[in-house]
């Protein structure tokens, strides 16, 4: 595919539930980068890996949250013990180079709508 | 402290006419800035971006304009068609301790093009 996908596009969860949310990234892509995005809010950050390697996590909301890459390519984000506050739409994002001067790029997926019930 | 504004939530304009939307930044080591457009249920796609070295980008009906001095940049959509109706997000990102070129949205506008 030409663009990045994520699975599943729906998932609705029981409280303290575990789920696993998956994103394909471009083809070749070295940045790949997790947001969460509230009703009504723009997308915030969650996570960031090059390559396989998870450079920052300073967005993870708590020790909940896990993410890997361990391949370089796909990547999944774990969320354990679901709580309601953890409903929202979650974006991956991929870009091509990996810039200290944020130059490159990103496109996102469709995201994961996550709702906790 | 929100690091990047969109102080109109939603801006209606008639077909043909020019859209501007607006947004402000707080940060000063932010170098890269970029336009997002989101239709419901869908990722944000990519449109426009510049960079801090340059006041004007232009891609066909869409212009990016910075102003850095006054952390200011805009978008204007010229003509407005209805299919440009969705949510535009202003984003940047920098070079700056602890960033990783991770983007920092504001919260969007909802742009509404009536035909």
């Known amino acids: 595919g030409a663009g990045v996908s994520q699975s599943p596009r729906y998932k609705v969860a029981k409280r303290g539930q575990d789920v696993a949310l998956r994103c394909d990234p471009i083809s070749g892509h070295v940045s790949l980068f997790w947001y969460q995005q509230a009703l009504g809010q723009g997308p915030e950050f969650l996570t960031y890996f090059q390559n396989e390697a998870q450079l920052d996590k300073s967005g993870l909301p708590s020790d909940r949250f896990f993410a890997e890459r361990p391949e370089g390519s796909v990547s999944t984000l774990k969320i354990q013990r679901t709580q309601q506050e953890d409903s929202a739409v979650y974006l991956c994002a991929s870009s091509l180079i990996f810039s200290r001067s944020g130059a490159g790029t990103q496109y996102f997926g469709p995201g994961t709508r996550l709702l906790v019930l | 402290d929100q690091q990047v504004k969109q102080n109109s939530p939603s801006l209606s304009v008639q077909e043909g006419r020019i859209s501007i939307l607006n947004c402000d930044y707080t940060n000063s080591m932010f170098d890269y800035f970029l336009w997002y457009k989101k239709y419901p249920a869908e990722g944000p796609t990519f449109l426009i971006s510049?960079?801090?070295?340059?006041d004007k980008n232009e891609d066909g009906r869409f212009t990016v304009f910075l102003n850095k001095s006054a952390k200011h940049l805009s978008l204007h959509i010229v003509p407005s068609q209805p299919g440009d109706s969705a949510v535009y997000f202003c984003a940047a990102s920098g070079n700056y301790g602890g960033s990783q070129g991770n983007l920092i949205f504001g919260k969007g506008t909802k742009l509404s093009v009536k035909p």
């Open positions: 510049i960079s801090s070295i340059k």
